[in-house]
């Protein structure tokens, strides 16, 4: 597996979990105020979400910088 594909990976498990938190914080709310660990809880999957995400928002731009091969050119998934 390519790195750009396991960053892609990564990110899709992330959003699982930061989706968790936030549905957690609802769950919390419902039962009084949340203690603050949960209330925070959603921001380190969303920092991760962050920056795997702009990784892979400048991959098509950085593989046309460099001159080599992109998706759109290959065909390729
Ligand atoms: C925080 C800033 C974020 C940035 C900059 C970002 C950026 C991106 C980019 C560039 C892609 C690839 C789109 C493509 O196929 O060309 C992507 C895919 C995706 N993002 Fe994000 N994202 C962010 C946050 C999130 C959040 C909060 C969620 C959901 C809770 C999320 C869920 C997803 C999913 C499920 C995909 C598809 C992954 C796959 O193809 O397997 N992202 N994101």
Redesign the pocket.
């Known amino acids: 597996m390519d790195w750009s594909k396991w960053i892609?990976?990564l990110?899709?498990w992330?959003?699982?979990i930061?989706?968790a938190t936030?549905v957690a914080n609802f769950a919390a709310m419902a039962m009084g105020p949340p203690p603050a660990w949960i209330v925070y809880s959603p921001l380190i999957?969303?920092?991760l979400?962050?920056?795997?995400?702009?990784?892979?928002?400048?991959?098509?731009y950085a593989a046309r910088w460099r001159g080599g091969p992109t998706r759109e050119r290959t065909g390729s998934a």
């Open positions: 892609r990976q990110h899709r992330l959003s699982i930061f989706t936030v999957p969303l920092f979400l962050l920056f795997s995400g702009l990784y892979m928002f400048v991959l098509p």
